[in-house]
């Protein structure tokens, strides 16, 4: 496996958890107060998936 297949990996198991939580959440309805920590929350993990995708594309 070469080294950019684990990180192209990793993305893609983060993303596609990430969409699982936010389709769940839909579903369930978002407690009261706790809007704004999962938009934290979305926002950093989209952040980290920039993040190694740019890595990936540097090496």
Do not use: C, F, W, Y
């Amino acid at each position: 496996m070469a080294k950019d297949e684990g990180v192209h990996s990793t993305v893609r198991r983060i993303d596609a958890t990430m969409l699982t939580l936010v389709n769940t959440l839909r579903q369930l309805g978002v407690p009261k107060g706790m809007g704004t920590s999962l938009n934290k929350l979305r926002n950093s993990v989209g952040d980290l998936v920039a993040h190694l995708e740019m890595t990936q594309r540097r090496e």
